[in-house]
């Protein structure tokens, strides 16, 4: 038997679908007198806990981030509810069309949300939660929640916690108001003293200084509000405008920031400080061409700015990444190696694709212009991102949910309520079944749906590691020690995730730090809808394991290779299997050339399991083992059957290639590219050097496969600046140092 306590919120639910409304109630008000009497009790359950602890933070004690069933957030303006207060919350209910005015009584304490204890003006007390807070490293606790401070809860919810005690939760951030010191719904009793209304705007601006210059940017923002409703002369409050300016630049709040900023763009007061902070909020908007705009103005006023001469040039590098596609990918990785989280300052560049209505899967999108495979699409920047650097000891490496969707959830939160012209950016993103409130704005204030992001990021969402090319290359500017310790990222990309699935792609994503990079795979002719696979097809999973793996989307894949999957007979399949069964036997004890021979009659046979041509539908159980005899072949020094199986590899991923067949040396041209995996980096070099050894006096093959070797290490790494130092030299080396085609030496 259970000795766990009565869960009285279960009860009440019980008890109600029961249809005993009468007992139901009579619970309910038993609770309400606990809540009552509790004050002292809860407020000692608090403070024994705070002073446990060392500091008011418990670090890495995240373990559950997991959201409650969904709610909606408040969109009722404050003065369509009506105040209630701490007796007469009933437990269990998201009390619609109400509003509790609270203060901050105990410090507070940081878990998976931030706990304190709030109480109400009849000084009945509530613990209370707040979920989605930001890191520590980010936004101070006390910068949010100190004692003394009003806030107002909209509808708020009382409820059991898991630890058996009751309180309130709040998962929108948008449901909470923090009131200003002075504010009209404060009551009497928590107005500060006489003495704090009297300061002048000067004095609140002094104090706004100095908590600017300590770092405490939202206590100066606080600061500057409170100085700009008692300032009285123009001059006076755009000194404080700009001011507030560059503290909303610093916490993220750039349409603020701007909003400050800008007057000084019109001209009225044309400062250097004020069309600076103009231009770096247009900067961090992602509006490149008018921040580049305002640096001129700003550099046409006063030449002899330093700063606005180099924010001029950082905004032109950008205006060339928009607009031309023109990425340093050398700097991109540097700094991905270097930063952490490696958030990279780049523009993201869109300039080949739209997005349209496809037939059948929603929104997709679509190429505007015929493009070649290894073409950039798409090179974003992620609208949100949340990283773990496990080479860090730092708190925000001990953190369980860094890196994670649970994360992002309330990094994109947070971006949203600082900037919310992106909302709809962000909220019009697939989201399944979830029915969202209409309304995105209440009470001069954006509305974020905890909820609705969840699934927003559930379904589009990718995670990452640091850099696609340390998967397969170790990274640039990464120390050897350091390699394959995978750090773990999360972030949402809000073009990239118009992109729909088919494991047969045509287009495929990798990432430099916090950056999609994505390339075409095969030749896109203009208004063809560009896909790429969720998860990557694999050899060994049937077609109801495929269907399984995307089953969190909500759609069957139709693609080629689901679809001839499904229509090959059970028999077919039977005899496959057992055949590559005797293929795995067969090359895991490999004698001599005659086991060799053996391989080779197995892959045949496997082949002839197939109905249809691989350039129609790759082979995908095929081109794996194939490059495994490639490797030998070329381990062996046989430069003739490398060259041979190689291009059986490629054949198999459904690539056509131009060629003489009957002769191993014969000119060739890819017609159609096919799957994009890997290893066919790998294959490349093995024609590349084999041709070398066969014939060097016919440069043009090695050049040709070594073209190819690079495309495809483009697509899969996403550039090819560091191709010669990862692939290139070492396969020029296996080349010079006497022919050596053993590829071993090549980590691929
Ligand atoms: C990341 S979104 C892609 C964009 C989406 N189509 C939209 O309208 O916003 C993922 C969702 O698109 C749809 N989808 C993606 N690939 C599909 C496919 N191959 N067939 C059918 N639906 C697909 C599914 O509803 C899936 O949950």
Redesign the pocket.
């Known amino acids: 038997m259970s000795k766990e306590r009565p869960n009285s919120e279960h009860l009440v639910k019980m008890l109600e679908e029961q249809d005993a409304p009468g007992q139901a109630e009579n619970l309910r008000q038993l609770e309400r007198t606990k809540a009552k009497k509790a004050r002292d009790d809860i407020v000692k359950i608090q403070m024994t806990w705070y002073e446990s602890l060392t500091t008011p933070i418990i670090r890495g004690t995240n373990p559950n981030p997991t959201l409650p069933p969904p709610y909606l957030p408040s969109v009722a303006p404050i003065e369509e509810l009506k105040k209630i207060c701490i007796e007469d919350l009933q437990l269990g209910i998201h009390h619609r069309g109400s509003y509790s005015l609270l203060r901050a009584i105990t410090p507070y304490i940081r878990t998976a949300s931030l706990t304190t204890v709030l109480e109400d003006e009849k000084d009945n007390a509530v613990t209370s939660h707040f979920y989605q807070q930001r890191d520590e490293e980010v936004q101070p606790a006390a910068d949010i929640i100190s004692e003394g401070m009003v806030c107002i809860i909209k509808e708020p919810w009382y409820k059991l916690m898991t630890d058996g005690s009751y309180g309130l939760r709040v998962d929108h951030i948008s449901d909470v108001m923090w009131l200003p010191e002075v504010d009209a719904r404060m009551p009497l009793k928590w107005q500060p003293q006489p003495d704090d209304f009297a300061k002048t705007a000067v004095q609140l601006k002094e104090n706004g200084n100095d908590a600017l210059k300590l770092g405490k940017l939202h206590k100066a923002i606080k600061c500057y509000d409170a100085a700009l409703q008692v300032a009285k002369v123009p001059e006076e409050a755009q000194v404080i405008k700009l001011n507030r300016s560059l503290a909303n630049l610093r916490i993220g709040c750039f349409e603020k920031a701007l909003e400050d900023a800008g007057e000084f763009i019109a001209g009225v007061m044309n400062t250097e400080k004020g069309l600076y902070r103009a231009a770096r909020s247009l900067y961090e908007l992602g509006r490149f061409q008018e921040g580049h705009r305002v640096f001129e103005t700003l550099l046409a006023a006063f030449p002899g700015s330093e700063a606005a001469t180099k924010e001029l040039r950082r905004t032109e590098d950008r205006l060339r990444e928009q607009d031309h596609g023109l990425f340093n990918f050398m700097a991109m990785h540097e700094a991905a190696a270097e930063k952490a989280p490696p958030c990279l300052d780049i523009a993201t560049y869109k300039g080949l694709v739209t997005i349209k209505m ?1 037939e ?5 999108l679509f190429s505007t212009r015929d493009v070649a495979a290894g073409d950039l699409l798409l090179c974003e920047k992620a609208f949100s991102y949340s990283f773990l650097d496990n080479s860090s000891t730092s708190l925000r490496s001990a953190s369980a949910v860094k890196g994670t969707p649970a994360d992002l959830v309330t990094t994109t939160a947070h971006k949203l309520l600082r900037n919310p012209s992106a909302i709809s950016t962000v909220t019009s ?2 989201h ?1 079944t979830y029915e969202p409130v209409k309304e995105t704005t209440v009470d001069g204030m954006p509305i974020v749906d905890t909820f609705l992001l969840d699934r927003i990021i559930l ?2 969402a990718f995670q990452s590691p640091r850099a696609s090319i340390l998967k397969n290359y170790g990274g640039v500017g990464v120390p050897e020690t350091e390699r394959g310790k995978p750090d773990r990222s999360c972030g949402l990309y809000v073009n990239a ?6 494991c047969y792609s045509n287009a495929r994503r990798s990432f430099i730090g916090d950056v999609l990079v994505l390339r075409a795979t095969r030749n896109i002719a203009a208004g063809q809808e560009i896909l790429f696979w969720y998860a990557p097809p694999k050899a060994d999973h049937s077609y109801e394991m495929t269907q399984e793996k995307l089953r969190g ?3 069957y ?2 693609c080629e290779l689901c679809t001839y999957d499904q229509e090959t007979s059970n028999k077919k399949k039977k005899k496959r299997a057992a055949l590559l069964k005797e293929l795995d036997i067969a090359t895991k004890d490999v004698v001599g050339e005659s086991g060799l021979a053996d391989i080779e009659k197995l892959l045949a046979a496997i082949e002839h399991t197939y109905t249809v041509p691989a350039a129609v539908v790759p082979r995908l159980t095929l081109w794996d083992p194939y490059l495994a005899l490639t490797r030998v072949y070329a381990s062996i020094q046989e430069p003739e059957k490398t060259i041979t199986t190689a291009w059986k590899v490629v054949a198999a991923l459904g690539f056509i290639v131009k060629r003489d067949i009957s002769s191993v040396v014969s000119p060739f041209q890819v017609e159609q590219w096919g799957l994009m995996v890997d290893p066919l980096i790998e294959t490349w070099i093995h024609l590349w050097t084999a041709y070398e050894c066969l014939v060097p006096r016919r440069p043009e093959l090695c050049k040709k496969a070594e073209e190819y070797a690079r495309t495809t290490y483009r697509i899969c790494i996403g550039e090819d600046e560091t191709f010669e130092e990862k692939v290139g030299t070492v396969a020029r080396k296996a080349i010079h140092g006497g022919g050596d085609l053993g590829m071993a030496s090549i980590t691929l």
């Open positions: 496809t059948g899967h929603g929104r997709g993103l697939h399944g379904l589009n995730s118009y992109v729909n699935h088919s989307w909500g759609f894949c139709t």
